[in-house]
């Protein structure tokens, strides 16, 4: 006989919110970036985004099915969100067998293999991302700029990212205020009129996304106003002590995967703290990191390798950093 009776210390709260309503969430506020990056990128957008979607959904049915032979989950819209995070990570002309590769390590390597939604460790899409830049770095740093429906998809010119510009620049003794004539003013790239990955070139879009989160309590202000503020802050200090080195905090915010990183990759339910003050602490650490590689590492970008690394620090935030139990009794003296 089958125990009906589930045992738990108190407080007990019933909520309405299920994985599929959050993920739904999440899509929806996903779409003003998607739209952004196809008028930018034209079909290449969408092919990108259509593969990676698809690919996702496929490999988790058919880990599901016929390896792991568990009930099949894909209708809760995490393999989809998994899906948008990996083709926001790309460039639009990213060969179509590629995307699928990191697909299967998004969904059957950092995903499946460890039991699936909720037991993953890592970011599934960053762990797909930076798969893909090891494996296959020519392809997954050949930017297209952006020319809408006017190119195909595998002809499109490309060019290098503002953030490429600025590293190659500097390292060749080249002043910020020269380099910073090379790049899109601040609000074409605020407006997302600039070569990068999909999710990377909307900041606006993003934005909007964030705010549509906040207000629906998908997720707090606590991850992405530590990250936001850390970088802000770090980038600040070192602009102000050698402004010829350095850029200034709001390039930093709108160029690269930080928007897209601090909305939607870091505040991914299942690899990040769960209470508020270790979510700060998270993103201090996740904004820090990111900074760093930027500034003295060897790649432009350290987004997805600053989750990663802090991804890997959760299991002890959430067992260190914890909530006051409730009735529990605080002595004084």
Not at 214 to 236: A, C, D, E, N, Q
């Amino acid at each position: 006989m089958s125990n009906l009776l589930n045992v738990s210390p108190s407080p007990h709260v019933h909520g309405n919110e299920t994985t599929r309503k959050l993920m739904t969430g999440v899509i929806i506020a996903l779409v003003p970036a998607f739209l952004t990056s196809v008028f930018y990128f034209g079909y290449g957008a969408i092919i990108v985004t259509v593969v990676s979607v698809v690919s996702c959904l496929l490999f988790e049915y058919l880990v599901q099915r016929f390896i792991l032979r568990k009930p099949v989950s894909i209708t809760d819209g995490s393999a989809i969100v998994t899906g948008l995070l990996l083709a926001f990570n790309v460039p639009s002309n990213l060969p179509v067998f590629i995307i699928i590769i990191g697909a299967f390590v998004s969904i059957a390597i950092a995903k499946m293999t460890f039991g699936g939604i909720g037991n993953n460790p890592f970011n599934p899409a960053l762990v797909g991302r930076v798969f893909m830049l090891i494996s296959f770095p020519v392809q997954m740093t050949s930017w297209p700029v952006p020319a809408g429906f006017s190119t195909g998809y595998l002809d499109a010119t490309t060019g290098a990212t503002p953030l490429a510009i600025v590293k190659e620049g500097l390292k060749n003794g080249e002043p910020i205020q020269q380099l910073m004539s090379q790049v899109p003013a601040p609000a074409q790239m605020f407006l997302g009129n600039m070569g990068g990955s999909l999710g990377e070139v909307a900041a606006a879009a993003l934005i909007l996304g964030l705010l549509y989160m906040l207000v629906r309590k998908i997720i707090t202000w606590h991850i992405p106003v530590s990250i936001l503020g850390t970088i802000t802050l770090f980038t600040l200090i070192l602009w102000l002590v050698n402004p010829e080195k350095n850029a200034d905090p709001l390039f930093h915010l709108l160029t690269g995967g930080v928007l897209l990183g601090a909305i939607f990759m870091e505040t991914d339910y299942v690899t990040s703290p769960m209470s508020k003050k270790a979510m700060i602490i998270y993103g201090i650490g996740i904004g820090m990191l990111t900074v760093i590689i930027r500034v003295w590492g060897a790649y432009p970008e350290g987004v997805s390798f600053a989750i990663l690394i802090m991804n890997a620090f959760v299991p002890l935030m959430n067992s260190y950093i914890k909530p006051k139990r409730f009735g529990e009794v605080v002595k004084n003296g």
